[in-house]
Every structure is written in structure tokens, then in C-alpha cells.
């Protein structure tokens, strides 16, 4: 099973078939899954990624793609216009939660920034090392819009992702903007 998720109204083309809605459709992983994106907002263009047996091959910046229990999901990202800087942007921090803040800056080995992340209490228990070490084996961070998991009223529920492109299910509990636990569901 496949399930495709954007933060932006569009429409897919499912290897040439429209589909105004992809949130789970059966695919072989074994074959060639091309998804065009067709925005509906003027501001953003539309682009292709290429799959193939749940690995993203074309457009990688523009789609993670997971397996979690044998099913793949996919989360496509806006592509904007091209605007040319002398600086060097990076539009995908301005948004982040406290959760993708610290996996970012743990995987920076920025850890006064990671440490900013933490509550007290976690601070105590926790050095840069155990941060480093806990992240290990991770390359992204996915937040959770794809499970119908019972949440709970102060967490956020995040995939980490491995080298395999495999996703752990994991539960960030949040107060006052700082991560008070990190527990593995």
C-alpha cells in the first residue's frame, strides 16, 4: 500500500492516471512509480519524482519516501519558483518544530542549539554524546500525517528514518516549546 501526502492542494498523475487524491492506492514496489505533482496554487511548479521499490531516484529533494510495516509512504514537498540570492536560504528552517529542530542540529553536532530543544529535566539526564548516539543511524526526520494513531494531548509524533528508508514511529512530548521525553511507539 502507498499513501502520498502534501502540505498544498494539487493534483497527481500516478504514472499518467489523474488522481485528485493519493492517500492510499496499491502499487508493486518492484515496478517503476513515476508521480507527477500539479500544484493548484499559481506560486508553485509542478515536477516529477521517480520511485522505484520505495526509494526515491529522481527529484530526491523534492519527496522522502519510508517504509513503515510493509507500507510506503511518500511526503512531496512545495517547489517554488527559482529566486536567485547572494545568500545562501534555507527556507526549510523556518517552519520547524522543536522536534526537527533538535534532530537538525544533533545531526549538525550544533548541540548548544540542540540543547535549546530540551527541558531542564531532560537536560540533567542527557550529554551531547547520549544526543549523538541516540540519533545515530537516522538521515531525516518525517512528521507523522499519514497514522490514525491516538494522540496525546502534549506530543508530536514524528518517523525517523533510517539508511534504509525504514521509519520508527516516535513520540516527542512537548511543554512550553521544550522536549520533556522522546519515547519510541
Do not use: W
Not at 554524546?129 to 507523522?144: C, M, N, P, R, T
Amino acid at each position: 500500500m502507498i499513501s502520498v501526502k502534501t502540505d498544498f492542494a494539487c493534483v497527481y498523475l500516478l504514472n499518467g492516471v489523474f488522481s485528485e487524491n493519493a492517500t492510499s492506492f496499491s502499487y508493486s514496489l518492484e515496478e517503476v512509480l513515476y508521480i507527477t505533482v500539479l500544484p493548484l496554487s499559481a506560486h508553485l511548479l509542478p515536477y516529477t519524482v521517480k520511485l522505484l521499490q520505495g526509494k526515491v531516484l529522481e527529484n530526491t529533494n523534492l519527496c522522502d519516501s519510508f517504509i513503515v510495516d510493509n507500507n510506503n509512504f511518500i511526503k512531496l514537498k512545495p517547489r517554488y519558483s527559482y529566486m536567485y540570492s547572494a545568500s545562501n536560504v534555507d527556507a526549510t528552517s523556518i517552519e520547524s518544530s522543536v522536534a526537527e529542530k533538535l534532530f537538525n542540529a544533533v545531526k549538525q553536532k550544533d548541540f548548544e542549539t540542540a540543547k535549546k530543544c530540551l527541558s531542564k529535566n531532560l537536560l540533567q539526564t542527557i550529554d551531547n554524546q547520549a544526543l549523538e548516539d541516540f540519533f545515530v543511524g537516522y538521515k531525516s526526520i518525517i512528521k507523522d500525517e499519514f497514522s490514525n494513531a491516538m494522540r496525546q494531548k502534549h506530543a508530536q509524533h514524528y518517523y525517523l528514518i533510517n539508511d534504509q528508508n525504514i521509519g520508527e514511529a516516535y513520540s516527542f512530548d512537548i511543554k512550553n516549546d521544550f522536549i520533556e521525553n522522546i519515547i519510541l511507539m
